[in-house]
């Protein structure tokens, strides 16, 4: 029988090798800088117009559960204290007096290292109407709930929703992240990605491309005009891939 004492020793020369690795790794010194050096302003009120995300072209179209009522979830929000809702919310309120620097970076790491158990608190979200196409399965759970958990939690936390914004990717390419939770103040979009990444600047994103975003309130389509892309070309392409009605 294979012994676990004996695996032992490899496995965590594995796990400091893993840890090494992220070391040697360059830190990206310009994205940590902006996000240490932003300018917060209010939280409880809206952002500042003119940023474009990922200087994307985009265009608000309507409130989220008026622009898909068939996509409207079927679920429902646990309601029972289960262990990981009791501490996040006993983390929720230790985040309470900090800046709201801390704020933001204490939900991203605590979330990311929820991994499954994030589904728990994003299921507070998935309840509500407006995140119905969020459940499409070109996003899968576990990317969404993390972002969807992360919005939640800032939420609660007292941010307005309209410096909220989980932006779905463009499902023909191959991002690192299929879906993130983007927080807009000091006139930047700074993203929380679900994979251990630091907090960056959308764009210091490479790799990433919106193919919408929307928070409770408002749902954007985007499209790329680098590559000359029109709005059209972009509504066309979500219509035809959702199989939702134009």
């Known amino acids: 029988m294979f012994n676990q004492h004996f695996a032992a020793p490899f496995t965590n020369l594995n796990a400091a090798a893993d840890r090494f690795r992220d070391w040697w790794r360059e830190p990206d010194v310009e994205g940590l800088y902006q996000f240490d050096s932003a300018h917060w302003g209010d939280i409880g009120s809206s952002p500042s117009v003119g940023h474009l995300l990922l200087e994307y072209g985009e265009h608000a179209l309507g409130r989220p559960a008026d622009l898909f009522p068939s996509l409207a979830p079927a679920r429902t929000p646990k ?6 809702l009791k501490h996040w919310r006993k983390m929720i309120s230790s985040l309470k007096p900090y800046g709201v620097r801390g704020q933001v970076a204490g939900v991203h790491a605590y979330i990311n290292s929820m991994n499954g158990a ?50 779905l990717a463009d499902p023909r390419f191959g991002p690192r992240d299929p879906v993130a939770l983007a927080v807009f103040f000091g006139g930047q979009a700074f993203v929380l990605s679900g994979d251990g990444s630091a907090i960056t600047t959308d764009e210091r994103l490479p790799g990433f491309y919106p193919c919408c975003s929307l928070n409770a309130l408002q749902f954007y389509l985007h499209w790329n005009r680098g590559q000359g892309e029109k709005p059209g070309d972009a509504a066309k392409r979500l219509i035809d891939h959702f199989n939702l009605a134009a």
């Open 79 to 84: 309601t029972e204290h289960t262990v990981p």
């Open 118 to 167: 994030a589904g728990e608190i994003a299921m507070l979200a998935r309840a509500q109407s407006w995140s119905g196409i969020l459940s499409r399965t070109t996003w899968p759970d576990t990317a969404t709930d993390k972002a969807l958990a992360k919005y939640v939690s800032l939420k609660l936390l007292g941010f307005n929703s309209e410096r909220l914004r989980l932006v």
